[in-house]
């Protein structure tokens, strides 16, 4: 088992900053990759980037040029640093960890991020 803690939410205004994290604990061998979803009220939960431990990233066009995403390997944290937020950009944030090719897969609990206009 993997256990994923975000944290790093909050109340931010318009064209603002912040920065998540996630700490991967318990199995983290059986991980390879870790991403950010994030899900807006009364919305499905959708893709925001993904980190392969190679190194490759890949974002959501929503947040391409705004977000990125890197992780520390030595302490097993995922990191999500987001500027010039959006009102649109409110939701909870989910960090997720998996092994590409398995059905293997693990979600955090959820940090909000609330973007003020």
């Known amino acids: 088992q993997v256990q994923l803690v975000e944290s790093g939410g909050g109340l931010v205004q318009a064209g603002g900053s912040l920065r998540l994290s996630c700490a991967a604990s318990g199995n983290t061998a059986n991980i390879n990759a870790m991403a950010w979803y994030r899900q807006a009220p009364g919305k499905q939960r959708e893709f925001i980037a993904r980190i392969m431990f190679g190194g490759y990233t890949n974002y959501a066009d929503s947040v391409k040029g705004r977000f990125t995403i890197s992780r520390d390997n030595a302490k097993n944290t995922l990191h999500l640093q987001m500027n010039n937020l959006k009102p649109e950009d409110t939701a909870v944030y989910y960090c997720?960890?998996?092994?590409?090719?398995?059905?293997?897969?693990?979600w955090g609990e959820g940090t909000l991020v609330t973007v003020s206009s």
């Open positions: 997720n960890a998996y092994r590409v090719g398995s059905a293997m897969e693990y």
